[in-house]
Each structure stands twice: as C-alpha cells, then as structure tokens.
C-alpha cells in the first residue's frame, strides 16, 4: 500500500520561501516518478514540477527559476523548495507519484498525497 505523506506547508508573504516535504511509504523513490501538483479554488489541478530518474526534472513555466524539486533517495522522500513566492501561487500542493513519466504530465498519477495549503499574502 503505496502512501504519499506531505508537510511543509502554511503562510508566507510575497517573496519568502518554503519547502515542502513528501514521504513515500510503501514503495521507493528511485522506482517511481514523482511530482508536485498544484491546485487553486476554482481552478483545475495543474502540474508545477516533476523528478524523474532521480536527477531529471520538469518545471512548468510559471514557477522555472524559483522552483526546485528534489529527492533524497535515503530518506525516500521528494522535497520542493519555493522562492520567491507570490500570491499566485497559493493553492493546495499535492505530492504524486507513478511508474510513468507520461502519466505524471498528463496529471494522471497513480498515487497522490493529501495535500497541503499554501497561502501567500
């Protein structure tokens, strides 16, 4: 049984940072492709950056520069480190994962964690 298990989240002004944590239970990160999702109220969920193959990543376009996702093999668990934040990027983040990169891109993953709320003012 595959669980996604994210922290990190809260509230922060325009232009300060946070980092997001998703461990993975059940399974192993090097064995997976896993991204981070995003979704705002009304808004449909969209994809914001994905790992794949330990070092190769994917970043939307909004976010490239002051975005980073990362994983830590030991602790088996993916991190997103966000600077330079604005109020447009307030949403729910999701932490995801699938045995497919294409699944991932097309916002299809197996697995995806519960979420957690940031909120930039």
């Known amino acids: 049984h595959v669980q996604l298990v994210e922290s990190g989240g809260g509230s922060v002004q325009s232009g300060g940072s946070l980092t997001l944590s998703c461990v993975m239970k059940?399974?192993?990160?090097?064995?997976?492709?896993m991204g981070w999702f995003r979704q705002a109220p009304g808004k449909e969920r969209e994809r914001v950056a994905v790992i794949y193959a330990g070092s190769n990543s994917y970043y939307n376009d909004a976010v490239k520069g002051r975005f980073t996702i990362s994983q830590d093999n030991a602790k088996n668990t993916v991190y997103h480190q966000m600077n330079s934040l604005k109020p447009e990027d307030s949403a729910v983040y999701y932490c995801?994962?699938?045995?497919?990169?294409?699944?991932?891109?097309?916002?299809?993953?197996?697995?995806w964690g519960q979420g957690t709320q940031v909120t930039v003012s």
């Open positions: 995801a994962a699938d045995g497919s990169f294409y699944n991932l891109q097309r916002v299809r993953p197996k697995y």
């Open positions: 059940g399974y192993t990160v090097t064995s997976a492709c």
